[in-house]
Every structure is written in structure tokens, then in C-alpha cells.
Nanobody, 123 residues
Framework: QVQLVESGGGLVQPGGSLRLSCTAS????????MGWYRQAPGKQRELVAT???????KYADSVKGRFTISRDSAKNTMYLQMNSLKPEDTAVYCC?????????????????WGQGTQVTVSS
């Protein structure tokens, strides 16, 4: 089993910055694509950014130029640097990871989610 734990959320004023972290633990053999998603009250969950094991990045149009996704494979940790935050960025941010785990002498691959961290942008 794999656990993903997010941290770094909080209350910030418009124009401010936050850095989110997502750390994976458990019987990890290899981690593939990881991503950040967010869900605002009354809205559907949306993709924020993804990063492959090779470092290829994709961003939602709404965050391009303001957010930067990165990962430290040695630490099984992914980051989201969020700059120039806007009130519309307010949401619960969750991390997702495609992970191969050791299982009964073999490997299996599953998708895992964290519990989320609240980001509130308000003056």
C-alpha cells in the first residue's frame, strides 16, 4: 500500500505564494506520472499540473506562468510552487501518483490519492 501526504496549504493574500509538498511512502518500487488536482466548493475536480518520471510537465491554462511543478525522485516527493495567487485558486489541492508497488514477489501498478490540503486566497 502507498500513502500520499500533502502539506503546505494555508491562507494567503492575493498575489502571495505557497509551496505545496506531496510525499509518498509505502512499498514503492517505482513512481511514474504524478499530478496535482484541485476542487473548489461547488465545482468539479480539475487538473492543475502533471509531471512524468522523465520530468515532462503539463499545466492547466489557468495556472501557466504562475505555478511550477517539480519532483525529487530520491525523496518520493512532488512539489507545487504557486506564485501570484488569485482568489479563484482557492480550493482543496490533492496529489495523485501512478505507482508500482511490490506485491507477493511481484509488482502491481495502481493510482493513489492524498487527502488534500486547503489553499485559501483572500484578503
Amino acid at each position: 500500500q502507498v500513502q500520499l501526504v500533502e502539506s503546505g496549504g494555508g491562507l494567503v493574500q492575493p498575489g502571495g505564494s505557497l509551496r505545496l509538498s506531496c510525499t509518498a511512502s509505502g512499498s514503492i518500487y517505482s513512481m511514474y506520472e504524478m499530478g496535482w488536482y484541485r476542487q473548489a466548493p461547488g465545482k468539479q475536480r480539475e487538473l492543475v499540473a502533471t509531471i512524468t518520471s522523465g520530468g515532462n510537465r503539463k499545466y492547466a491554462d489557468s495556472v501557466k506562468g504562475r505555478f511550477t511543478i517539480s519532483r525529487d525522485s530520491a525523496k518520493n516527493t512532488m512539489y507545487l510552487q504557486m506564485n501570484s495567487l488569485k482568489p479563484e485558486d482557492t480550493a482543496v489541492y490533492c496529489c495523485n501518483a501512478d505507482v508500482a508497488t511490490t506485491y507477493a514477489g511481484g509488482l502491481r501498478r495502481n493510482d493513489f490519492w492524498g487527502q488534500g490540503t486547503q489553499v485559501t486566497v483572500s484578503s
